[in-house]
């Protein structure tokens, strides 16, 4: 739906006055995260940054050229049962992220580069169907282990252990604490942690789940700054999808003025209330109004999106058991160390070869249930379903797509 140029704001003459001189001046903002300050859990296996390859655009090389990145384009942000080339993919979504907050950061005076490093990862951890299966998968885990599976927890665990690519923490940092289901007005980095402390708020998240990820807050403005724009990127653009698909119908009305109703108003309004707002400070901060309203337009996407009832009976009707089919056959089948399976084919020999570069772990000694849910989680929606129609062939559950061809 078109939105009235009259809804796109602008930034107050003072800051853009102020900010072009700061320009002029050669400021550097103090409180951005250097290259110096880069922390890696093995500084020995990494040469010295150089000059057109520093820390952090090592971190989203690393990211980029990882093999599991691929999969990003078949994964579901929200809409999993349509063949339409037009909604968006996990793989956009993070591409998005990474725009809309090197846009902000770049005003801020942040540094871009770790910025990108968290965006392009921060969900290389997700799980096939997008939270709906995130949240199957975490139910599994959790009935087996008493532990709790969440996304930006395992995309740590994909970077730092399972692929073992020594990203500086600051990186790792930030990813873990992007989850964008927890607004706030105000983000003021935690400053000075430490490996051992991510790895204690990374253990916590398994051990209690929202409980911990509610305290999780990043150690970096750039951090703060993803945070927040993966809420910004997808709030609008869900929107977009949901007329695409038919959810919604094409004159649904959304109620939120300041910030606008739709994708590049609400882009362009947030962006420049978090600039207004956070130039020059140590923390990043959104006006009373924008809060209010970005709670408000999330409210909305839940009622209008999120709580359709045809597409979570979907997910919960056939996706849940067929998690529930597919969990206890890969977990029988690593008990019983039968290797001539697809996890110990497809997966444990695929994990194996990458350690065989970057670390010296034995896979095979985890935890089953985290084996199971490493390959579970690497999946695209695609491979999900064909693996499901390869171990069960009689199954009864059966996803019928909406076609390309049907209006």
């Known amino acids: 739906m078109a939105e009235s140029k009259l809804n796109y704001h602008c930034l107050s003459p003072e800051l853009t006055e102020r900010i072009q001189a700061d320009r002029q001046n050669g400021w550097v903002n103090p409180y951005r995260c250097r290259e110096n300050q880069a922390v890696r859990r093995d500084p020995k296996r990494d040469s010295q940054p150089k000059l057109w390859r520093p820390a952090y655009v090592r971190d989203t090389e690393k990211i980029l050229h990882l093999p599991i990145y691929n999969r990003y384009a078949d ?43 968290i965006a392009l990862g921060h969900d290389i951890g997700h799980t096939p169907f997008g939270h709906a299966g995130e949240r199957f998968l975490s139910e599994l885990l959790y009935q087996n282990t008493g532990r709790y599976f969440n996304h930006n927890v395992h995309s740590v665990r994909v970077l730092d252990t399972l692929f073992a690519r020594n990203l500086t923490l600051q990186t790792l940092d930030g990813i873990l604490c ?24 990374t253990e ?64 362009n309004n947030l962006t ?26 999330k409210r909305e996407n839940y009622q209008a999106i999120y ?30 160390g039968r290797e001539d399976s697809l996890i110990f084919r497809h997966h444990i020999a695929f994990v194996e070869q990458q350690q065989t570069y970057y670390s010296h772990s034995n896979y095979r000694l985890e935890e089953p249930n985290q ?37």
Request: contains cysteine; negative net charge.
């Open 75 to 117: 994964k579901t942000q929200v809409f999993s049962f349509y063949h339409n080339d037009d909604i968006t993919r996990r793989a956009l979504h993070v591409q998005l992220v990474s725009r809309i907050a090197r846009n902000i950061g770049s005003v801020l005076g942040l540094n871009l580069d770790l910025i990108e490093a």
């Open 371 to 407: 084996i199971v849910v490493d390959y579970i989680a690497s999946m695209t929606d695609d491979y999900f379903i064909a693996l499901h129609r390869e171990l069960f062939p009689d199954s009864p559950y059966h996803i019928d797509y909406h076609s390309y061809f049907r209006d």
């Open 204 to 267: 916590a998240c398994y051990r209690t789940g929202g409980e911990a990820i509610r305290r999780l807050v990043p150690s970096t403005l750039e951090g703060c700054v993803v945070r927040i724009c993966d809420m910004i990127a997808y709030l609008g653009k869900d929107r977009q999808d949901a007329r695409t698909a038919h959810i919604i119908p094409p004159d649904y009305q959304f109620s939120t003025e300041n910030i606008g109703t739709e994708n590049a108003a609400i882009i």
């Open 178 to 201: 992007h989850n964008g289901e927890f607004e706030q007005q105000e983000y003021r980095p935690k400053y000075g942690k430490t490996f051992q402390m991510l790895d204690d708020e």
């Open 272 to 297: 420049v209330d978090m600039i207004e707002n956070s130039y020059g400070k140590d923390y990043i901060l959104l006006s009373e109004k924008a809060y209010q309203e970005l709670k408000q337009a």
């Open 307 to 336: 709580q359709n009832e045809a597409i979570n009976r979907q997910y919960d009707e056939l996706i849940r058991p067929m998690f529930v089919e597919v969990y206890a056959k890969l977990l029988d089948d690593i008990c019983a």
